[in-house]
């Protein structure tokens, strides 16, 4: 994928959970835009869980943004009732804010977050938790 390729994203409600793909350079505002879009997707449909493909993306986010998203994620009543497993591509650039963001997540308390390399185990994940 090309560093320089324009955010988008697909938002699909699944039998159990609503499932976003993300592509290009994601910027803060893009995780703050699809956020909203798959919170309000999962509300219409009453489905607390998500499976975020992150494979097509890339981030550009500084520190701050990171620092700052689980607040503003919270703000937006993403709660501990949401389980959101992340899916990653094992060669990830920009991994690193991923792997922040969980850090700071689960330093926050917040066990509903959690990051994947593989589509299987992120599903297995998913169905298995209440």
């Not at 956020?35 to 449909?45: D, M």
């Not at 703000?75 to 899916?87: E, F, Q, R, T, W």
């Not at 917040?110 to 297995?124: I, M, P, Q, S, T």
Request: glycine fraction near 6%; aromatic fraction near 10%.
């Amino acid at each position: 994928m090309a560093t320089s390729a324009p955010a988008s994203w697909t938002i699909v409600p699944e039998r159990s959970f609503v499932r976003v793909t993300t592509s290009g350079v994601l910027t803060l505002a893009d995780l703050q835009a699809f956020g909203l879009e798959a919170l309000a997707c999962g509300r219409r449909h009453g489905l607390r869980k998500y499976l975020i493909d992150h494979r097509l993306a890339v981030t550009d986010l500084n520190i701050l943004d990171v620092l700052e998203l689980p607040a503003w994620y919270e703000s937006m009543g993403v709660g501990p009732d949401l389980m959101i497993a992340s899916l990653l591509a094992k060669d990830a650039l920009r991994r690193e804010d991923f792997d922040f963001f969980h850090a700071r997540t689960s330093s926050r308390g917040e066990h509903g977050y959690r990051l994947f390399g593989e589509l299987d185990e992120a599903l297995h994940w998913l169905e298995q938790t209440a």
